[in-house]
């Protein structure tokens, strides 16, 4: 089946600009989840949703970035007023149930690279 | 300091080697433990799993876990060309298991 899709898969804006990224998670997924993957960095954690709910937003960086999960499926990732330092792969990747169920596996997409002038 | 440690290589091995990648980490909350693999211009995909001190083997991959070291290992055996890619250690625990911690991630380059 299909697997995480995210668009566009290449971005680039200029500073101060705004900017929407969109994940498109596994059908039936009801957690998604979105990472920021700085260049030589491992992927860092942003924000988790439950269905429509952001469950953790602990990871977002400040309130430049927002994200939304309206109907429970497809989210977007909201960037306002962007920085040189938000240049980096956003990914996003989805899991069955979530919930805090450790043994669930998160499917990544293959991310989306945003180039900020 | 970060919650996971890992060398970020890059290693490069001959076809046929035995490659070790390792992390260690800090955090005592981390239960579950997981090795991605990650492609030139591509997301993670899960390789491997364990939440338990100890090896665990599939295939041409064994991961290892000590708690008491905090200290996590995957090798590869019999690497091949297209097991290039760079491994990324990953974490989660009880109370954080919405998220998960990685570490750099060590770029594999195996040569021919």
């Known amino acids: 089946g299909a697997g995480v899709s995210q668009t566009p898969s290449n971005k680039v804006t200029e500073k101060g600009k705004y900017v929407e990224l969109r994940c498109d998670p596994i059908s039936g997924h009801t957690a998604l989840y979105w990472y920021r993957q700085s260049l030589g960095q491992g992927p860092e954690f942003l924000i988790y949703f439950q269905g429509t709910g952001a469950a953790d937003d602990s990871g977002l960086p400040n309130d430049r970035f927002f994200a939304v999960r309206p109907e429970g499926s497809v989210s977007t990732l909201k960037i306002q007023r962007t920085e040189r330092g938000d240049s980096a792969v956003y990914l996003c990747a989805s899991s069955l149930y979530g919930s805090g169920l450790l043994q669930e596996t998160q499917y990544f997409g293959p991310g989306t690279r945003l180039l900020v002038l | 300091q970060k919650e996971v440690e890992q060398d970020p290589g890059p290693l490069s091995v001959p076809e046929g080697a035995i490659v070790s990648l390792n992390c260690t980490y800090s955090?005592?909350?981390?239960?579950?433990f997981m090795w991605y693999r990650q492609y030139s211009r591509k997301g993670p995909e899960l390789l491997m799993y364990t939440y338990s001190s100890g090896n665990k083997e599939d295939g041409r991959f064994t991961a290892q876990v000590d708690k008491s070291s905090k200290y996590i290992s995957l090798f590869i055996r019999d690497s091949q060309p297209s097991d290039s890619a760079t491994y990324l250690c990953?974490?989660?625990?009880?109370?954080?298991?919405?998220?998960?911690?990685f570490g750099t991630g060590t770029r594999l380059q195996v040569t021919l």
């Open positions: 955090n005592s909350a981390f239960q579950y």
């Open positions: 990953a974490m989660k625990g009880t109370g954080t298991a919405s998220k998960l911690t």
